[in-house]
């Protein structure tokens, strides 16, 4: 069994906006038989350091001292290391396999069908699943044993939740010639609160990593994680790994 963590970056802006901005939808695919593994190890890292509560991209920002950030009296040079270490525990697991999609809101916004922001975010969700099942497909075809994979997003809200998971189930039930065939999927969408699920708590991490590389061009923790990512044959990320919403007209930069 294969789990899918989803969670987002950035906020998905209102229409209308004209300056160039990105909202990501990260996914991180961890093997049932790896979970505890990395579990155990996130939670080891937390007791060795001293670090009490949930890990969250926003947390490492320079000067962030809130009063609910658990390194909000750490120096910048220890949030780094604790971070470079909560990567390694990621790509130190060589089953995990990142899949992403990067929106371009205002692209996005500009193709006449996505009107609000609700269809974006779930515009920027549907390529992640596909790539999840893309790489089903891929395992069940090397292993010679059909694979299956379910999906656990972050809990926003019940009103979100009902929303998107009605939203889902109907992405895996109406396949058609611009749908994928969710032939690997079990169940339906699952919510989990944030600071009960390290997979969640991970996948934040990857996604903030993400839009930061596409937003601001700082590929530091981006190509961190690269080795992770699934990738074509010779190891293309762009439409692999990270699908682009709208491909067409795209204007930004591209991550590879």
């Known amino acids: ?9 950035g906020t998905p802006p209102k229409p209308g906006i004209e300056n160039l901005n990105y909202f990501v939808m990260a996914g991180l695919v ?9 579990h155990d190890k ?26 609910e950030n658990p390194m909000a009296v750490w120096g910048q040079e220890d949030r780094n290391a604790f971070r470079e270490r909560v990567f390694s525990i990621i790509t130190e697991t060589k089953s ?15 193709l006449g069908n996505v009107n ?6 779930f515009r920027t969700y549907k390529p992640v699943t596909e790539r999840f099942q893309y790489l089903l497909q891929d395992i069940t075809r090397a292993s010679g044993r059909d694979s299956f994979g379910l999906i656990v997003a972050d809990h926003r809200g019940r009103g979100d939740d009902d929303r998107m998971r009605h939203q889902h189930e109907r992405l895996v039930r109406e396949t058609g010639q611009f749908s994928s065939n969710y032939q690997n999927f079990v169940e339906g969408l699952f919510f989990a609160p944030s600071h009960l699920s ?42 692999w790994g990270i699908a682009r ?6 204007r930004g930069p591209v991550l590879t």
């Open 42 to 67: 996130l939670a080891g890292l937390k007791r060795s350091t001293g670090y009490h509560g949930e890990v969250k991209w926003r947390y490492f920002v320079p000067r962030n001292d809130d009063a």
């Open 96 to 110: 995990c396999r990142i899949v992403a999609c990067v929106s371009e809101c205002p692209t996005a916004f500009g």
């Open 198 to 239: 390290v997979g969640i708590q991970l996948v934040d991490m990857v996604a903030g990593a993400i839009w930061r590389a596409q937003s601001h061009n700082d590929r530091t923790w981006f190509d961190k994680l690269r080795p992770s990512f699934r990738a074509s044959p010779v190891g293309q990320i762009d439409g």
């Open 30 to 38: 961890i093997t049932e038989d790896r979970w505890m593994g990395m």
């Open 116 to 121: 609000s922001q609700d269809d974006l975010y």
């Open 245 to 250: 919403f709208p491909k067409a007209n795209w």
């Open 1 to 9: 069994m294969y789990l899918l963590f989803v969670d987002e970056s």
